[in-house]
């Protein structure tokens, strides 16, 4: 059974440039939730998508941006990419809302 | 507006002691979990607390979840080297799904 996956690993843009990261849901789950974890500090929510609605957002821009597919699969996207996006960006799934949320191994975002 | 807090941030500790961590939150919580990350990779679950007074243990690792004192702990006994990482602890609120993390506990035990 193939957990939360994330694609790709590592990524470098340059500042202006956009950005589109990928993440599959470990099996059975419907839900995926999106963080950002800059260097040295906690991972931060970016928003959560369920039945292909963002359903909770965090304190993020609106240049950050996202889809949930029918196959539960989620795309986060960021335009106009800033210096202080680079961080790790991490995609979690659940089973439905209000239940535990599982990792995937993250994507490396650098911006130049 | 939930916030999580622990401490200590930084944790330098030998071989075969104890410890312990902490993390406060602001408001009420009806979930407490337990991280763990090496460096460069993703997050580990350790532990999922729901009620007042959970103990779980896992190994060298025992958490607890005091819901009264807004305060869960992670109590590390006879540490090994192979416990060096950062621990996170994160919780959610009632009315919301998303986990607000601590700042983390960076662990580092040696010889």
């Known amino acids: 059974d193939a957990g939360v996956t994330q694609s790709p690993t590592h990524l470098i843009k340059t500042r202006g440039q956009q950005v589109t990261l990928r993440c599959s849901p470990k099996s059975g789950h419907d839900t995926v939730s999106w963080y950002q974890q800059a260097l040295g500090q906690g991972p931060q929510f970016i928003f959560q998508?369920?039945?292909?609605?963002?359903?909770q957002r965090g304190n993020f821009p609106d240049r950050f941006s996202g889809h949930q597919f029918p196959n539960y699969s989620s795309e986060l996207n960021v335009n106009a990419l800033l210096l202080g996006d680079s961080a790790l960006y991490l995609c979690?799934?659940?089973?439905?809302?209000?239940?535990?949320?599982?990792f995937g191994p993250g994507t490396r975002l650098t911006v130049t | 507006e939930l916030k999580v807090e622990q401490n200590p941030l930084f944790l330098s500790m030998q071989e075969g002691k104890n410890y312990t961590i902490y993390c406060n939150y602001s408001t009420t919580s009806d979930r407490l979990y337990w991280y763990r990350q090496d460096p460069g990779k993703s997050l580990e679950s350790l532990f999922v607390l729901l009620s007042n007074g959970a103990v779980k243990q896992e190994g060298r690792l025992m958490a607890s979840l005091d819901t009264k004192a807004r305060l869960s702990t992670l109590h590390i006994t006879a540490a090994v080297h192979d416990l060096s990482a950062t621990y996170f602890c994160?919780?959610?609120?009632?009315?919301?799904?998303?986990?607000?993390f601590g700042t983390g506990t960076r662990l580092q035990v040696f010889p």
């Open positions: 979690a799934s659940s089973p439905g809302q209000f239940r535990e949320q599982y």
């Open positions: 998508y369920y039945e292909e609605e963002e359903r």
């Open positions: 994160a919780a959610t609120s009632w009315d919301t799904d998303k986990l607000i």
